[in-house]
């Protein structure tokens, strides 16, 4: 890709004559003038760049040779070279002896500045490039599978590794500007790649991102270390977003599968989450787990079956303080007194309720298999 264009070509001209009293022109591998401080130039085809560009060395011109020259000025032509390729060259108008002494610290600016300009394109194209292979991995295309264990290869990413995927979902008020989560999201994108480069995030949606975390367990403890990531990462998006925000984690699994198993539980977490705990801005996998994996079962003659108890519910005129009963009932992990406690009634009150929920629903809540029914009921039945 040719780095040297007009832009970086005045921005050379511009900073090295801050520092020196004399013009500079830069010309590209053609020795056509992109920028000069005489803006006559531009465009013109420079002479005593060719010169240099053909000799690969730094050429001078004197009064006497710039005449034999067309369009030729006394001065001094060095070529620029980036990555050991030519790639232009710059040039100093006035006379040899003068500008002599500057040529140098002018090339050697502009190598830098060509450098920069390198690397940070190199940077996004690897940020593309690292961005595709995360929104090809969560999707889980089985025909894209052998392309992106290549690029797993050209990453560095150890598939055996646990792959962890967080979800940010930022929530713009009605009527914000599109852009404001979008640039949110990217800022948040280079303060992660400024901690760790080797960070593998994708703008998912105009204002979802995806993170795709993976480590060795036996490094570190298991148990500990997806729920010590999600809290480090939870401050730093704290830190850096100014919208209101979930953020989720997905379960921890290993291999291709398991990136985008990780993702599809991410975002069941979030959706789950928000609906049972709309005050709360960040869930796990791990304290949703059942409710995750029940989702599965939202549709089908299982899922209706499943949702009949509650629905049996629904005919009683008291339904809205029986859902409520049940709901902390089962928040407080049946347990009887902390139950009464939460709701402000007396413990013979609660058990009239709970028996109510037996009758109308058909369940013992003495009995284990019936009580788990009616737990998953619950869950597939938001109240």
């Known amino acids: 890709m040719q780095i040297l264009d007009t832009r970086l070509a005045q921005e050379i001209v511009t900073r090295t004559m801050r520092i020196i009293p004399f013009n500079v022109n830069v010309m590209d591998a053609s020795g056509v003038i992109l920028a000069s401080g005489n803006r006559e130039r531009v465009g013109e085809l420079h002479a005593g760049a060719l010169l240099a560009l053909a000799k690969k060395l730094t050429v001078e011109i004197d009064a006497a040779a710039a005449r034999k020259l067309h369009g030729a000025q ?70 894209q599978r052998p392309g992106l264990e290549g690029w797993a290869r050209r990453l560095g990413l150890d598939l055996e590794r646990m792959q962890l995927v967080f979800l940010l979902e930022l929530q713009p008020p009605d009527g914000a500007d599109a852009g404001a989560a979008l640039h949110d999201i990217q800022r948040l994108q280079m303060r992660l790649l400024a901690r760790r480069e080797d960070a593998l995030t994708a703008t ?28 480090l ?33 991410a975002r069941s977490a979030s959706r789950l989450g928000r609906l049972r705990l709309p005050r709360q801005q ?7 787990a059942l409710p995750v994996l029940l989702s599965g079962l939202d549709s089908g003659w299982q899922a209706h079956q499943l949702r009949m108890p509650i629905a049996r519910l629904a005919g009683d005129k008291s339904r809205a303080m029986l859902r409520a009963t049940l709901d902390a009932w089962f928040a407080q992990d049946e347990n009887s007194a902390a139950t009464a406690a939460t709701l402000g ?7 009239y309720r709970l028996r109510r929920i037996g009758e109308l629903t ?22």
């Open 74 to 143: 006394p001065g001094t032509n060095l070529p620029l070279s980036l990555g050991g390729q030519l790639c232009g060259a710059v040039g100093l108008s006035g006379a040899p002896d003068d500008v002599r002494q500057f040529g140098e610290l002018v090339r050697l600016t502009a190598e830098m500045i060509l450098e920069q300009a390198a690397l940070a394109n190199e940077l996004q194209n690897n940020s593309r490039y690292r961005e595709a292979f995360v929104l090809n991995l969560i999707r889980n295309d089985s025909a």
């Open 204 to 231: 998912v949606g105009p204002s979802e991102m995806v993170l795709l975390d993976s480590w060795d367990p036996a490094r570190k403890g298991f148990e500990t270390t997806p729920q010590r990531r999600l809290d």
């Open 233 to 265: 990462l939870a401050q730093l998006v704290r830190e850096e977003c100014e919208l209101p925000f979930t953020l989720a984690m997905g379960i921890a699994l290993p291999g291709l599968d398991g990136a985008a198993v990780s993702y599809q539980s």
């Open 282 to 288: 960040v869930f796990s996998y791990y304290d949703l």
């Open 345 to 351: 009634i007396h413990r013979n009150t609660l058990d």
């Open 362 to 383: 058909g369940l013992d809540l003495g009995r284990s298999e019936d009580k788990l029914l009616l737990y998953v009921s619950a869950l597939l039945s938001p109240a």
